[in-house]
T-cell receptor, first 116, second 113 residues
Framework: EAQVTQNPRYLITVTGKKLTVTCSQNMNHEYMSWYRQDPGLGLRQIYYSMNVEVTDKGDVPEGYKVSRKEKRNFPLILESPSPNQTSLYFC???????????????FGSGTQLSVL | AQSVTQLDSQVPVFEEAPVELRCNYSSSVSVYLFWYVQYPNQGLQLLLKYLSGSTLVESINGFEAEFNKSQTSFHLRKPSVHISDTAEYFCAVSEYNFNKFYFGSGTKLNVKP
């Protein structure tokens, strides 16, 4: 089954304790991206990657890191989490950046992160 | 950067009534427009999109949206809603290279029996 898999589904941590949220897709997609969803703000893009070893900042990259060493994986790293990073996080992927294949994003089921 | 505005945070409506969910975006440059739907405890799913051509686009489950360049709007409509349409709907905009997507704050559609 074609899917984007995020882990964990729920995560509670404390301020300053490094964590990684994993994202994997089995569709051989070139493009992957991370979003955070906050009430009243919708989804905001954190980072995106157009291909292996190619990443760029979205609108809210502060406090986050990403890496794209393999095509299928795009982990989100919080080196020193803070309470304002408590949010619902979504990973998404799409086939590529050439029109028209990149117009549809496939989303994971989300990771609810709470930083105490 | 783009700005996407969904003025209605919640829309309650009775089953079989028509509904319109409003979306306005900020840029006058060429953009691509999307509506995504999020059911409880799930990720977002593409509902419909406008890339080019006819300004009226339709989804397979009866929703439609019209691209209005002069008003920079992309409102979503359905002539008769079902209970199963209860979800949160997000309008999104992407510019020419599809690398960055800008989402609105979402509209929760609550269909009542």
């Amino acid at each position: 089954e074609a899917q984007v898999t995020q882990n964990p589904r729920y995560l509670i941590t404390v301020t300053g304790k490094k964590l990684t949220v994993t994202c994997s897709q089995n569709m051989n997609h070139e493009y992957m991206s991370w979003y955070r969803q906050d009430p009243g703000l919708g989804l905001r893009q954190i980072y995106y990657s157009m291909n292996v070893e190619v990443t760029d900042k979205g609108d809210v990259p502060e406090g986050y890191k990403v890496s794209r060493k393999e095509k299928r994986n795009f982990p989100l790293i919080l080196e020193s989490p803070s309470p304002n990073q408590t949010s619902l996080y979504f990973c998404a992927s799409s086939p590529g950046t050439d029109i028209p294949t990149n117009e549809k994003l496939f989303f994971g089921s989300g990771t609810q992160l709470s930083v105490l | 950067a783009q700005s996407v505005t969904q003025l209605d945070s919640q829309v309650p409506v009775f089953e079989e009534a028509p509904v319109e969910l409003r979306c306005n975006y900020s840029s006058s440059v060429s953009v691509y427009l999307f509506w995504y739907v999020q059911y409880p405890n799930q990720g977002l799913q593409l509902l419909l999109k406008y890339l080019s051509g006819s300004t009226l686009v339709e989804s397979i489950n009866g929703f439609e949206a019209e691209f209005n360049k002069s008003q920079t709007s992309f409102h979503l409509r359905k002539p008769s809603v079902h209970i199963s349409d209860t979800a949160e709907y997000f309008c999104a905009v992407s510019e020419y290279n599809f690398n960055k997507f800008y989402f609105g704050s979402g509209t929760k559609l609550n269909v009542k029996p």
